[in-house]
Nanobody, 123 residues
Framework: QVHLVESGGGLVQPGESLRLSCVLS????????MSWFRQAPGKEREFVAH?????YYADSVKGRFTISRDNYKNTVYLQMDSLKPEDTAVYYC???????????????????WGQGTQVTVSS
């Protein structure tokens, strides 16, 4: 079975940083396209970042968030700097087989999802 497990969330003050991790099992990371999504209370789940041959980011996080991966550890990361209260959400990592041909920012395109990790930005 393919599993994704997120970690690294927590409570931080505005302007601080967090680094989220997502460990993929049951599949090699090199064969998997990975993204981060988030969902705030009362809002729809939204795209945050994607890692493929290049990185893509939602406008709301450009310049502040960085997605990266360590293929040896089968882990994808989301470095979040200059956090804002608006970033408060449950963050999910998601994966799909390389070459699936579906949009990277579409929720329904992803076959594998983690359980999520809570990020709270508050003073």
């Amino acid at each position: 079975q393919v599993h994704l497990v997120e970690s690294g969330g927590g409570l931080v003050q505005p302007g601080e940083s967090l680094r989220l991790s997502c460990v993929l099992s049951g599949r090699t990371l090199v064969s998997t396209l990975m993204s981060w999504f988030r969902q705030a209370p009362g809002k729809e789940r939204e795209f945050v970042a994607h890692s493929e041959r290049k990185q893509y980011y939602a406008d709301s996080v450009k310049g502040r968030f960085t997605i990266s991966r360590d293929n040896y550890k089968n882990t994808v990361y989301l470095q979040m700097d200059s956090l804002k209260p608006e970033d408060t959400a449950v963050y999910y990592c998601a994966g799909k087989p390389a070459g699936s041909g579906t949009p990277y920012d579409a929720i329904n395109a992803y076959d594998y999802w983690g359980q999520g990790t809570q990020v709270t930005v508050s003073s």
